[in-house]
């Protein structure tokens, strides 16, 4: 409950200000919302599979809206920007990793992946454990400290020191491939801790390893890999890791247990045996749009600074393995944050005072791959101007009337007195992350914008009255399954609330005299965008 006390001291500024020019406020409308949930998480819709016929209809079903809506085309005269991927998974053969002379096949103590690079692999090359694999010194991270690792495969622990701030940690942690391949690294394995084993038993794992994985493919017609000199990986368990630590420095059971102490950082060694990978991998290519569309500002001076507003298009499609329901409807995830951004379209393109600065609207696919979609779109904009703030929308839980939001990256930029103001207006609290473990703020498109140095914003429906019960009931139950679907009990009206907070939210966005910027302070402004114009962060939210 960082800044909950402040947005509503500042609740009454927006109304003498950047709200109160405007007259009219327009109406959202639960029918609405469900209308578009309806229709785009029916089974006819095959749930909206990157690169297949329900996700086209869905994308047709967004074009027409936003036409409807009279927006503009974004995508040099096209609602589409297609998106070229490349789909790899294994091969038939066997997939094994053999260590100290012993081979575990894929799915037993180890997962493995595809490559997208190398159809056929065996590579060998002596491990080195390199503690949490985080180097990031400025954020007290050091594992690779007097530790050489060119041309081995480095042993990493999963996820982030016990303590560590949770929005950081997520970071660090998907950049971990990253850091290995700059100290010169082959290969990258990844050794479950016991927090994280109990957090997704083992076998849950193996259940989630989907057969194939997706990267997109650049204008050079290569597989986009973030760490392309590690060549390869692997999730090692039970047995696996036993006999990776079998005659090391330190046994396995002592490095675990040194890992869950708080602020725990056991430190890397040299690991006995060497580890091999052999792996065959089958690819290939397909596409699939962005759904792209402009209302351009009103004010000459800024409309070509833009506010994008995203939600990702796309779910699971159908596995015809299932037994009974095989579609994956995705009515949550994420048809509930399409509707809303459909419905705050609606709200900007009809109102009688458009926004200042224009509005870029994107459905995004291919999230439920990997955040591509959204990361393609970031590294090849559709619009000539600047994106300066993201406001993204994935998986709002509209079960319930939430009387609270937890706003993922609003403390880290100037959005944070924005959102305040726009749920004070609405008497929404702010809360805290509750589920700091799951590390949401970099599991979710606008991760991709951050990570080119642009504020966002992501809300999340609270845990305050029965949230916690609803969103916790629905993670176990419903989410990526196909019972999340429209005959769920949801709550429209919680539909229009949502769509009228981040109407608001990109609105003040759009009208405010200056783009957002980060705090001097904050992690993400200094990493990300190092260089661009920064703001002292007020003193009512300083950062405990
Ligand atoms: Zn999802």
Redesign the pocket.
């Known amino acids: 409950m960082r800044i909950s006390f402040l947005a509503v001291a500042l609740g009454c500024i927006s109304i003498t200000g950047a709200l109160g020019a405007q007259t009219a406020e327009p109406e959202f409308s639960a029918d609405r919302v469900r209308a578009h949930v309806e229709f785009l998480a029916d089974d006819a819709l095959e749930g909206r599979n990157a690169g297949e016929r329900g996700y086209e209809v869905a994308a047709k079903y967004v074009a027409t809206r936003f036409q409807a809506l009279g927006l503009k085309p974004a995508a040099a005269g096209s609602w589409y920007q297609q998106v070229p991927f490349l789909e790899y998974g294994l091969a038939e053969a066997p997939a094994t990793v053999t260590i100290a002379g012993r081979a575990f096949r894929n799915r037993e103590d180890v997962i493995l992946s595809g490559s997208e690079a190398e159809a056929q692999q065996s590579v060998e090359a002596p491990v080195v454990f390199a503690g949490y694999g985080l180097d990031a010194p400025e954020a007290g991270f050091n594992d690779y400290k007097g530790l050489d690792v060119r041309g081995k495969i480095v042993a990493v622990l999963s996820g982030f020191p016990n303590g560590t701030p949770s929005e950081m940690g997520a970071h660090l942690s998907s950049e971990k491939r990253r850091m290995a391949e700059r100290h010169g690294a082959i290969g990258m394995v990844t050794i479950l801790t016991r927090a994280d084993e109990e957090r997704r038993p083992w076998a849950r794992r193996v259940q989630m390893a989907g057969s194939t994985n997706m990267t997109w493919v650049g204008t050079d017609g290569r597989p986009y890999s973030a760490a392309p000199g590690i060549r390869v990986g692997a999730t090692l368990g039970g047995a696996a890791a036993e006999a990776l630590f079998a005659g090391g420095k330190r046994p396995l059971a002592a490095v675990l247990a040194e890992a869950d102490r708080p602020g725990g950082k056991p430190g890397g060694f040299a690991l006995k045996p060497r580890l091999k990978v052999d792996r065959q991998s089958v690819n290939r290519r397909l596409t699939s749009p962005n759904v792209v569309a402009v209302l351009p500002g009103s004010d000459p001076a800024l409309a070509n600074e833009y506010v994008l507003l995203m939600a990702?298009l796309d779910?699971?499609g159908v596995d015809p393995k299932l037994e009974g329901d095989k579609v994956y409807n995705?009515a949550m995830?994420?048809a509930a944050g399409t509707a809303t951004m459909l419905e705050v379209a609606r709200a900007m393109a009809t109102a009688s005072l458009r926004p200042r600065r224009s509005i870029l609207f994107a459905a995004v696919t291919a999230?439920?791959d990997g955040l591509l979609g959204s990361e393609y779109l970031a590294k090849h904009p559709v619009v000539d101007g600047k994106i300066v703030g993201v406001v993204n929308l994935?998986?709002p839980v509209l079960l319930y009337d939430f009387s609270d939001v937890i706003a993922f990256g609003s403390e880290h930029s100037t959005l944070g007195p924005i959102v305040a103001r726009a749920a004070a207006g609405m008497n929404v609290a702010l809360s805290a992350d509750p589920l700091p473990q799951e590390g949401l703020f970099t599991r979710s498109d606008h991760y991709k914008f951050v990570r080119e140095g642009i504020p966002s914003v992501f809300l999340m429906t609270g845990f305050a009255g029965e949230g916690k019960k609803q969103f916790n009931d629905f993670l176990a139950t419903h989410?990526?399954k196909p019972t999340d679907e429209p005959d769920l009990p949801f709550n429209w009206n919680a539909g229009a609330k949502f769509a009228r907070l981040n109407y608001l939210i990109a609105r003040e966005i759009a009208n405010a005299a200056t783009a957002p910027v980060w705090y001097q302070d904050s992690f993400f402004g200094r990493t990300m965008a190092p260089a661009a114009p920064k703001a002292e962060r007020p003193m009512e939210i300083r950062q405990k």
């Open positions: 990702h779910h699971d995705g995830d994420n999230e439920e994935d998986m989410y990526h």
